[in-house]
């Protein structure tokens, strides 16, 4: 049996393996995974690091805003540009390989950048336990030769934290979020009028003080999921009220509230049983 390496152990084989990539961009989110390993560059290659994030509908401001407050905190060299996922029907029809599109999207604009400006390598922030999950982006990341530091060095979500919280990274227990566009139930198309729905309603939610939510949009339907330590505060009858006028008012025509709470990938429970099995295919 393999010995399981200890947290010291793993972060040294991160910056070793971050310097074996030489020049590297970053596929930058401003999520935990993906800002601990800027940070992580940036500590290792100094200025020989560039942390690219793509601002587009299924971005939320709010998250762009603070990914690029977080790279100025921590001096991260950071560019932001702009990518067309929305003009791709392969994306918009949002079928389940939804997210290949828009990983291919981000990285052939970064291969041209890679090229462009003479960097070696790209990197995202894929980890061990991202291979649990139904994630079409991974098979993108491979088309285009990406590199997962934090895969690589045996690191898990939860270890990723860990690190973020001993390095005194603010990032270290923000709440995981994915593009706007997985909220939206697998053959709806992908609209920049339901996006922002989406992300007001959320906005509307953390307003009222609510952590960690999804607005998960099925047409006419919206699902709200809290997080469970905080669904007894949202079932309220008077919280149940301001829900019903917030989504309403944003197109909605019922509201839901979903008891099991918030999960990730909660969507992905949808899919076919034939599609999830591709991805050991």
Known sequence: MVPQMDLATKSLALQSRLRELGRLLVAYSGGVDSAYLAWAAREVLGENMLAIIADSPSLARTHLADAVAFAKEQAIPLEVIATSELDRPEYVRNDAQRCFFCKDELFTAMEQLRASRGFDTIAYGLNRDDQADWRPGQKAAQAHSVAA????????????RTLARNAGLRIWNKPASACLSSRIEYGRSVTREALDAVERGEDA???????QVRVRH???IVRIEIAREELQRALDSNMAAEFTRIFKSLGFKFVTLDLEGFRSGSMNALLPAQELLRRVV
């Open 149 to 160: 530091p934090l895969l690589d060095a045996g690191l898990g979500k939860d270890e990723i």
């Open 205 to 211: 939610l953390r307003g009222l003080g609510f952590r």
């Open 218 to 220: 099925h047409g006419e």
